[in-house]
């Protein structure tokens, strides 16, 4: 089970200026497993310690002494001494200890030489919580989702699948059975989703049920966490907006809709709660006028976008057998799996020390009404997303979208071919399009390069 981030754990621990390091994401999207095989890859030997089990050492924490927790640490491991550059000590789920996270900031100011991982399935309520002690500028961070689509091929042991797909290009396009062949994973991977331990039963029993199982467990497991997530939580309506979700992916969200009944304050907090968990994610609006987006930023204006496509999946209760027989994604529960699919991808696709952040734009004027799925930033300038049922489609959005903002290329995302082409419209400014399959959103940033070439 391959991960992209597994690069940059072995580049920190091999930084000689890293900070402890702090890994966030959400519950079972692999965060102990990601550092169990960074540490094997790298022949690190690991000292993993569990927070929610009772540990003797944090009555030590108080004393802001690294050099004495981590001794006695490797006494309760039995062992004598540790050597800062064989070993790596790996905190999990620290929510348990918050006292934990400000004694990193020793770590680093006193005992720079050890390694030091933290990471938790709740942890980010403990970092959010009033007046809590966090060491600004002391720390530095990682963040995981679920597992990309190549990530996925590289765990069902479709290895040359992803060296075909990091190969790709407008100048020699796939064949049509090609073509063919990645929509069929681009289908399985819309069932099993990107959740680790779906893929995992995926590969080893190739049966839908078992996965549907996996996944329906996952989801159980969210909701089972709501009780922790805050003492004024209300978790009746924590259910009932988990509820809608599907239904309301890739729309503008509007309280009234999501929970009748409840005041928007209600609504707002307990949104709140659930990106603070990374069960969701807002989508903010921007004007687009130029970058950074979030400075032209409507935090009153955003989409909702989900963990992961397999969990929506499954929560819309739509068969692998639909999935299956459908060749064009988008017409699968009205375009929400592929907008889904597309999104998560594109969340991630950053710096992994940099926090996901997504954006789209739209216009809700009489009779001129317009909207692009998804902006992003590329080479200095701002690109426009849109996902695209099928192959075909009109533009009118995307073109009222770069004649306001006088912008000259774009992107869609379709079932149809990777194809570049010139357009010149007389009422419409001339443009570069690129139009990529869905399956190729991980390569989407070099195959754009072609725009401003």
Not at 250 to 272: H, M, N, T
Request: aromatic share 10%; proline share 5%.
């Amino acid at each position: 089970m391959k991960r992209r981030q597994s690069h940059y754990i072995h580049e920190w621990i091999n930084r000689k200026s890293r900070k402890p390091l702090i890994i966030r994401g959400a519950r079972q999207v692999g965060k102990t497993t990601l550092v169990r095989l960074a540490c094997t890859e790298i022949g690190i030997q690991l000292i993993e310690v569990n927070m929610e089990d009772p540990q003797e050492f944090t009555v030590l924490l108080h004393q802001n002494d690294p050099h004495k927790v981590f001794q006695a640490i490797a006494l309760s491991k039995r062992l004598d001494r540790v050597n800062p550059e064989k070993y790596l000590f790996f905190f999990d789920e620290a929510q348990q200890c918050p006292a934990l996270i400000p004694f990193l900031r020793y770590c680093f100011e006193r005992a720079p030489e050890y390694r030091v991982i933290v990471t938790g399935s709740l942890l980010e309520f403990t970092i959010a919580a009033e007046n809590y002690s966090f060491p600004v500028g002391r720390v530095e961070f990682l963040y995981l989702g679920p597992m990309t689509f190549e990530e996925y091929l590289e765990g069902t042991d479709n290895h040359n699948a992803v060296e075909l797909l990091q190969q790709a290009s407008v100048e020699e396009p796939f064949n049509e059975a090609l073509h063919n062949t990645f929509i069929s994973h681009l289908q399985d991977y819309l069932i099993v989703g990107g959740m680790p331990e779906s893929i995992n039963t995926f590969r080893e029993t190739r049966s839908w049920l078992e996965v549907e199982r996996i996944k329906q467990t996952i989801i159980t497991t969210y909701q089972a966490d709501f009780h922790k997530y805050s003492g004024k939580a209300d978790i009746h309506l924590l259910n009932r907006i988990l509820a809608a979700m599907p239904l309301e992916l890739g729309k503008k969200v509007i309280y009234a809709r999501l929970a009748p009944g409840k005041r928007s304050e209600q609504v707002r907090e307990a949104l709140d709660l659930l990106e603070l968990a990374k069960v969701i994610q807002r989508c903010y609006h921007s004007s687009a006028g130029g970058l950074p987006l979030s400075a032209q930023q409507k935090n009153k204006h955003f989409k909702l976008l989900f963990l992961d496509v397999g969990l929506i999946q499954s929560m819309l209760g739509i068969s692998p057998a639909v999935v299956e027989s459908t060749r064009e994604v988008n017409e699968i529960a009205k375009g929400s799996l592929a907008e889904q699919f597309i999104g998560q991808h594109l969340l991630y696709d950053r710096p992994m020390y940099e926090a996901p952040t997504i954006h789209y734009w739209n216009r809700e004027e009489k009779h001129s009404a317009a909207e692009v799925d998804y902006l992003v930033p590329l080479a200095g300038q701002v690109l426009p997303i849109e996902v695209k049922s099928g192959h075909k489609g009109h533009m009118k959005s995307l073109q009222q979208f770069l004649t306001e903002k006088n912008y000259n290329r774009a992107l869609r995302f379709s079932s149809g071919p990777l194809l570049l082409k010139n357009y010149n419209h007389t009422n419409a400014p001339n443009f570069r399009f690129l139009n990529v399959p869905h399956y190729l959103v991980g390569q989407w940033s070099r195959l754009a390069r072609v725009l401003v070439e």
